[in-house]
């Protein structure tokens, strides 16, 4: 099994910058991509930030590229969210995202979440 935690996050003003890491533990040889999604006050729905493949290949959502960069470690056990020019939009609880093969599919292990806030 695979287990996530998270750390990082917290508040920034208008332009600041904030970086949230993300440390697996158990079988992380098995985990194939890890990502960071944000969800909102109020909303059910987890948005896509960025996600990293075990082949280093990126993928972010619209209102974050050229902002956010995100990385792996190099055994893959870990990730990190490097955030630059923080906007109010945001604000938002992050969580860390491990996709994780069984014997009949793909399911997704998730951190317990970091709060970040942007003020202005």
């Known amino acids: 099994q695979v287990q996530l935690v998270e750390s990082g996050g917290g508040s920034a003003r208008t332009g600041g910058s904030l970086r949230l890491s993300c440390v697996g533990s158990g079988n992380t040889e098995a985990i194939m991509a890890m990502g960071w999604y944000r969800q909102v006050p109020g909303s059910q729905r987890r948005e896509l930030v960025a996600?990293?493949?075990?082949?280093?290949?990126?993928e972010y959502g619209q209102s974050v590229k050229g902002r956010f960069a995100v990385t792996r470690k190099n055994d893959k056990s870990a990730a990190s969210l490097q955030m630059n020019n923080l906007q109010p939009d945001d604000n938002a609880t992050y969580y860390c995202?491990?996709?994780?093969?069984?014997?009949?599919?793909?399911?997704?292990?998730w951190g317990q979440g970091t709060l970040v806030t942007v003020s202005t």
């Open positions: 996600s990293i493949s075990r082949e280093i290949n990126t």
């Open positions: 995202d491990a996709e994780v093969p069984s014997v009949r599919e793909v399911h997704d292990v």
